[in-house]
C-alpha cells in the first residue's frame, strides 16, 4: 500500500505543480492514495510568499476536484491543508474541517505569549524555553482534535540541534500527549533534502532526528511516513527511497491507512 497525504501545490508560492501533475506521478510509481495538503490559508499571519491566498482557496478545492472526477477509478484522492495551531482560531479550524477531508497540523511559528504579535519560526528555537512551548502548542494542538495527522514534530531539533535533556523532555512530552490524544506523528521524509549541520551528537539533518523516534517507538505512538514534497518529481525519488529504508528500519507503529477523524463519530 503506497500513499501519501502530505502533497503540496503550486498556490502556496514555493511549491510547483497542480494536483493532476503530483497524482500522475503517484500513478505512475503505482501509489494507491494521495492527499494534498498544502498550506492553508490564513489572513492572520499574512506570510503569502508561504501560503495561498484566501481568495484562491477554491481554486485548491476545485482543482483536487477535477483530478478526483479524473482520475477516481485509478487512485484514492483526498483533499487536505497543512495548518498551524494558533489560539483563538476555533471558528477557522471549524471551518476548514467543513471544506476538506483531513488536516495536518504542521507548527512552522511559535509564539511565546499565545499571540499573533510575536511569532517566529519554528526553524530557529534555541532556547530551553522556546522548545518547551513548542511542546506546550504542539499538545494543545493534540487537544484540540481539529488535527489527523503531526507533521514534523521533531522540527524543533532544527535550530536547537542539541539533543540535550530538554530535548529528551520535549520528545517525551510530545509522544505522551500523541498517545492521549490518538495522535498520528509524521516521519517528515522531506527533512532529509535539508542538508546536514554540526551537532553535538554529531553532523546530522535537522528533522527527523533518530533521538526522537527511538523515544517514539517506548510509546508504540502510531506513525506515518510523508515525502511532504513540493514538487511533482520528488514525490517518491531516491532522497524518499531513501528515508523510508529508514523509516522501515526503525520498525516504528506505522498506521498503513489514515482514519480520517471526519469519518468518526463526535468529531467536529
Ligand atoms: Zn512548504
Ligand atoms: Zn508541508
Not at 24 to 38: P, T, V, Y
Not at 145 to 151: G, K, L, P, R
Not at 200 to 205: D, E, S, T, V
Not at 227 to 237: E, F, M, Q, R, V
Amino acid at each position: 500500500m503506497k500513499r501519501n497525504y502530505h502533497t503540496h501545490h503550486y498556490l502556496c508560492n514555493h511549491a510547483t505543480g497542480n494536483t493532476e501533475e503530483y497524482v500522475l506521478e503517484a500513478i505512475r510509481n503505482n501509489f494507491d492514495i494521495l492527499g494534498m495538503s498544502d498550506h492553508a490559508p490564513n489572513n492572520r499571519v499574512g506570510d503569502y510568499n508561504v501560503r495561498m491566498d484566501e481568495s484562491e482557496f477554491d481554486i485548491y478545492l476545485r482543482d483536487i476536484e477535477e483530478s478526483q472526477a479524473k482520475y477516481g477509478d485509478k487512485i484514492t484522492i483526498l483533499k487536505g491543508l497543512e495548518v498551524e495551531y494558533f489560539n483563538d482560531h476555533e471558528d477557522y479550524y471549524k471551518n476548514l474541517r467543513k471544506k476538506v477531508d483531513y488536516l495536518i497540523h504542521g507548527q512552522h511559528y511559535i509564539s511565546m505569549t499565545d499571540s499573533m504579535n510575536d511569532l517566529f519560526s519554528g526553524f530557529g528555537l534555541r532556547t530551553k524555553e522556546e522548545i518547551l512551548k513548542y511542546a506546550e502548542i504542539l499538545t494543545k494542538a493534540m487537544e484540540s482534535n481539529y488535527f489527523d495527522i503531526m507533521a514534523h514534530p521533531d522540527l524543533y531539533m532544527c535550530g536547537y540541534k542539541n539533543f540535550d535533556e530538554t530535548a529528551e523532555k520535549v520528545a517525551h512530552l510530545i509522544c505522551q500527549a500523541a498517545i492521549d490524544n490518538d495522535m498520528v506523528l509524521e516521519f517528515n521524509a522531506n527533512g532529509f533534502r535539508r542538508g546536514r549541520a554540526n551537532t553535538p551528537q554529531g553532523i546530522l539533518q535537522p528533522y527527523p532526528r533518530m533521538e526522537f523516534w527511538e523515544i517514539a517507538k517506548t510509546y508504540n505512538v502510531k506513525t506515518i511516513l510523508n515525502s511532504d514534497c513540493h514538487s511533482p518529481k520528488i514525490l517518491y525519488d531516491d532522497v524518499i527511497k531513501e528515508a523510508e529504508e529508514v523509516y522501515l528500519k526503525l520498525g516504528l507503529n506505522d498506521i498503513g491507512i489514515l482514519k480520517l477523524k471526519h469519518k468518526q463519530k463526535g468529531v467536529i
